[in-house]
């Protein structure tokens, strides 16, 4: 390893994250009940202009109304991006009126650091003005070229003293449009392009983020009367080391959940893994062989990525 080691900032499970536009409380209240691991309170492109206030309001109310934690849940709120005249208002009335009841706020559209530490000034001087003892942590959406183009940077700013982010999300419906890149529909294949249109992008987030200790976390899949599409997008993400995905519909959270959680054979592999190095070490050998496949040091330390996981979902 190298002298600089940048271990996973914050484990939280968000094998689904589940998206629910703060202008519906009946969505926000079944958001509750549902078996998401993460759900995300919108005020930004799911809300209309016109429903903006109102959406604010009802996503204060939510945070206050429902324990989400005693629901096993990680709630966040995605605020409106910098470039809106809502979004300062957004961070004033939720940290002010719910800032000790939310976990995160997932801020859309980061195209340099400096954006999110905008976001961490107002959220640090809040919670200091109104004494919260808990702390707001933050989860960057890049989701514009320019995002992308900054997305080591904006990384990177994590190690800086007084960072937040904790996690990166994939925004490929933005990005798309960013990109002017011809799409057909959210998040889905292009015929067109040999493979997968969204390699490179997610690829490369994916990397920033494990390189600075961040989750990194696949966005949204627009056709959801299409599960096996869902799927294999989500199982391409989690090929790349991502670890959960956006559910845009209720029916897309069992499909996360299931993609993104080892199973019975994987943890009894990941254990096997580990049983048969420390045999291997103990009769003075780095590597071993498990069912006619070479494995090592390396091996264990996938082994465990597999562990940690299953032991979140366990717990
Ligand atoms: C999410 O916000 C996206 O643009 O995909
Ligand atoms: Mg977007």
Redesign the pocket.
């Known amino acids: 390893m190298s002298h600089t080691l940048h271990p996973l900032r914050r484990q939280r499970l968000q094998r689904s994250e589940l998206a629910v536009p703060s202008s519906n409380p009946t969505m926000i209240e079944k958001a509750a009940e549902s078996a998401a691991d993460y759900v995300f309170l919108d005020l930004e492109?799911a809300v209309a202009p016109p429903e903006k206030e109102q959406a604010r309001k009802n996503c204060i109310q939510a945070l206050n109304d429902i324990d989400w934690a005693a629901k096993g849940k990680t709630v966040s709120v995605r605020i409106n991006g910098l470039d809106t005249h809502y979004m300062y208002r957004d961070v004033v009335d939720v940290m002010e009126q719910a800032g000790d009841k939310l976990h995160t706020i997932l801020v859309?559209k980061v195209g340099v650091p400096a954006d999110l530490y905008m976001v961490e000034a107002m959220v640090n001087q809040i919670e200091m003005a109104r004494g919260y003892r808990s702390k707001v942590m933050l989860e960057a959406?890049i989701?514009t070229a320019l995002g992308m183009a900054n997305v080591e940077a904006i990384a990177q700013s994590a190690t800086l003293p007084g960072s937040r982010l904790e996690a990166m999300h994939f925004?490929?419906?933005?990005?798309a449009a960013s990109m002017r890149a011809r799409t057909v529909n959210?998040g889905g294949l292009n015929p067109d392009y040999p493979g997968d249109q969204w390699h490179a992008a997610i690829a490369r987030m994916t990397t920033a983020c494990r390189a600075y200790g961040l989750r990194a976390i696949d966005?949204?899949f627009g056709d959801f009367s299409d599960p096996e599409g869902y799927k294999a997008g989500a199982r391409r993400a989690a090929a790349l080391g991502c670890e959960g995905k956006w559910a845009i519909h209720p029916s897309q959270v069992d499909l996360a959940n299931e993609v993104f959680s080892p199973t019975e054979a994987e943890v009894t592999k990941a254990r096997r893994i580990i049983a048969e190095l420390k045999a291997a070490e103990a009769a003075g050998k780095g590597a071993a062989s498990l069912d006619g496949k070479m494995i090592d040091a390396a091996s264990e330390r996938m082994a465990k990525n597999v562990l940690v996981i299953a032991e979140a979902i366990a717990a």
Do not use: Q, R
Not at 171 to 175: I, N, W
């Open positions: 492109d859309p959406l989701e925004g490929v419906a933005d990005f959210i966005g949204p």
